[in-house]
T-cell receptor
Framework: GENVEQHPSTLSVQEGDSAVIKCTYS??????FPWYKQELGKRPQLIID?????GEKKDQRIAVTLNKTAKHFSLHITETQPEDSAVYFC???????????FGTGTRLLVSP | ETGVTQSPTHLIKTRGQQVTLRCSSQ?????VSWYQQALGQGPQFIFQ???????GRGNFPPRFSGLQFPNYSSELNVNALELDDSALYLC?????????????FGPGTRLTVT
C-alpha cells in the first residue's frame, strides 16, 4: 500500500523567510497530492493540491511542486507570516481510490 | 469554513462502551470518508461511504462500522471501546472536481476513552 514520508517534523523560520516541506510517496499509481493546514484544535484545511499531470501549482504565497520520477512533492511558502504557524500535512491518493494517505505532519513556527 | 458538520464536539466514554459519531456532508457531496487522528499524528483512513454503501476500508477492525443515509449524512459506530480509540475523529465529504475528489474535513469529534 501507499506510504507517505514527510520532513521535517518541525520547522522554525523568521517572519518573511521562506519555508519548504518535503514529502515522498511509494505508490507510483498515486496521482493526487493535497496539502492540509491544521491549526491547534481545528480541522485540517485544504490549502492547495496538485494532480500528477502538472509539475507545479501556485496560489499567492504558496506553491507545490511534484516530481513523479522521484516520487516526491514539496510545499513552498514564501514571505511567511505568524498566521502561517500550524501543522501541515501532505497526502497522496491513488487512481480509483478515495483513501488519502497522510504524512506525519510538519509543525511550522513563524516568529515575528 | 467548509459546510461539513460533526456531532458531538467532545465525548468521554468508558472502555467497553459503544459510541456513535455523526457527520453531515457539504451540500452536493455524495461521498463521506472517516479518519482517525491520534494526538501528534496524521489522519488515518477508516472507511468511506458512497451512495449509502461502504466503498473502501482501511486497517481498522470490524468493531468500527458506519452508515450513510439517503441525505448523504453519515455515522461512525465503534463497539467495545479501547483506550487506544481515544483520538480526534474526522469526517470528510468529497466533491468531484476535474476528475478528482477533493476532500473537505469537518471540525471533528474528540473521543476520550477512560
Amino acid at each position: 500500500g501507499e506510504n507517505v514520508e514527510q520532513h521535517p517534523s518541525t520547522l522554525s523560520v523568521q517572519e518573511g523567510d521562506s519555508a519548504v516541506i518535503k514529502c515522498t510517496y511509494s505508490d507510483s499509481a498515486s496521482n493526487y497530492f493535497p496539502w492540509y493546514k491544521q491549526e491547534l484544535g481545528k480541522r485540517p484545511q485544504l490549502i492547495i493540491d496538485i494532480r500528477s499531470n502538472v509539475g507545479e501549482k501556485k496560489d499567492q504565497r504558496i506553491a507545490v511542486t511534484l516530481n513523479k520520477t522521484a516520487k516526491h512533492f514539496s510545499l513552498h511558502i514564501t514571505e511567511t507570516q505568524p498566521e502561517d504557524s500550524a501543522v501541515y500535512f501532505c497526502a497522496a491518493r491513488a487512481t480509483g481510490f478515495q483513501k488519502l494517505v497522510f504524512g506525519t505532519g510538519t509543525r511550522l513556527l513563524v516568529s515575528p | 469554513e467548509t459546510g461539513v458538520t460533526q456531532s458531538p464536539t467532545h465525548l468521554i466514554k468508558t472502555r467497553g462502551q459503544q459510541v456513535t459519531l455523526r457527520c453531515s456532508s457539504q451540500s452536493g457531496h455524495n461521498t463521506v470518508s472517516w479518519y482517525q487522528q491520534a494526538l501528534g499524528q496524521g489522519p488515518q483512513f477508516i472507511f468511506q461511504y458512497y451512495r449509502e454503501e461502504e466503498n473502501g476500508r482501511g486497517n481498522f477492525p470490524p468493531r468500527f462500522s458506519g452508515l450513510q443515509f439517503p441525505n448523504y449524512s453519515s455515522e461512525l459506530n465503534v463497539n467495545a471501546l479501547e483506550l487506544d480509540d481515544s483520538a480526534l475523529y474526522l469526517c470528510a465529504s468529497s466533491q468531484l472536481i476535474a476528475g478528482t475528489y477533493e476532500q473537505y474535513f469537518g471540525p471533528g469529534t474528540r473521543l476520550t476513552v477512560t
